[in-house]
C-alpha cells in the first residue's frame, strides 16, 4: 500500500500501524482519487497491488479525511 501511495498518491504520505486484537495498518495521502480493483492482465506490469491487499487481510477499505485519504487493512494476529 505504501508503495502504490508513492506511486500513485500524492504527498505527504503517512503510515501508522495499529496493534489490538488484530493489526490495523493505515497509509494516508493527499489524493482524492479512489483506489479500485484492477483485473490486470499477464502483460500487465502493474495493478495487482490491491488484489494483492485483498487476498492477504481479513478486511480492508478507504475513507477520505479533511486532507486526502486512508487505506486501511486489518490481519488477525495469532
Same mark, same amino acid.
Given at each position: 500500500?505504501?508503495?502504490?501511495?508513492? $506511486? =500513485?498518491?500524492?504527498? /505527504?504520505?503517512? %503510515?501508522?500501524? %495499529?496493534?489490538?486484537?488484530?493489526?490495523?495498518? @493505515?497509509?494516508?495521502?493527499? #489524493?482524492? !482519487?479512489? /483506489?479500485?480493483? $484492477? =483485473?490486470?492482465?499477464? !502483460?500487465? @506490469?502493474?495493478?495487482?497491488? %490491491? *488484489?494483492?491487499? #485483498?487476498?492477504? #487481510? *481479513? $478486511?480492508?477499505?478507504?475513507?477520505? !479525511? /479533511?486532507?486526502?485519504?486512508?487505506?486501511?487493512? @486489518? *490481519? /488477525? %494476529? !495469532?
Amino acid at each position: 500500500m505504501v508503495a502504490n501511495a508513492i $506511486r =500513485h498518491g500524492k504527498g /505527504p504520505i503517512g %503510515l501508522r500501524l %495499529l496493534r489490538g486484537e488484530g493489526l490495523i495498518c @493505515e497509509v494516508t495521502d493527499c #489524493s482524492l !482519487t479512489t /483506489p479500485r480493483i $484492477r =483485473h490486470a492482465a499477464e !502483460t500487465d @506490469e502493474g495493478g495487482r497491488g %490491491l *488484489q494483492l491487499v #485483498s487476498a492477504l #487481510s *481479513q $478486511r480492508w477499505g478507504t475513507r477520505y !479525511t /479533511p486532507t486526502g485519504k486512508c487505506i486501511w487493512t @486489518e *490481519q /488477525p %494476529l !495469532t
